[in-house]
Nanobody
Framework: VQLVESGGGLVQAGGSLRLSCAAS????????MGWYRQTPGNQRELVATITSGGSDTNYADSVKGRFTISRDNAKNTMYLQMNSLKPEDTAVYYC?????????????WGQGTLVTVSS
């Protein structure tokens, strides 16, 4: 499975961005997908996850009420709508896909997209 993120950029505080993550390859093996973010010198942290059918979502407390995760399985694409952005949301955002392909576990990552929120 290959993952490609897009949609990052520079935005002022209070603004919005929508990130996309396009999956290709053995996409039938994907179950849960998620967004993570990382700043220099810090560990990668979970932002939000979504199950295969989209019925169950999970958010970090820091983004609840501001970010919305969704996925379109027909397009093999996951999204992260980010509203009311804050400077502390500045990070590289990574897409993750987990699942199984036969006896092998899937844990794929995209290359990341930079989000910069100016104050």
């Amino acid at each position: 499975v290959q993952l490609v993120e897009s949609g990052g950029g520079l935005v002022q505080a209070g603004g919005s961005l929508r990130l996309s993550c396009a999956a290709s390859g053995n996409t039938f093996s994907i179950n849960t997908m998620g967004w993570y973010r990382q700043t220099p010198g810090n560990q990668r942290e979970l932002v939000a996850t979504i199950t295969s059918g989209g019925s169950d979502t999970n958010y970090a407390d820091s983004v609840k009420g501001r970010f919305t995760i969704s996925r379109d399985n027909a397009k093999n694409t996951m999204y992260l709508q980010m509203n009311s952005l804050k400077p502390e949301d500045t990070a590289v955002y990574y897409c993750n896909a987990q699942g199984a392909l036969g006896p092998w576990a899937l844990d794929a990552w995209g290359q990341g997209t930079l989000v910069t929120v100016s104050s």
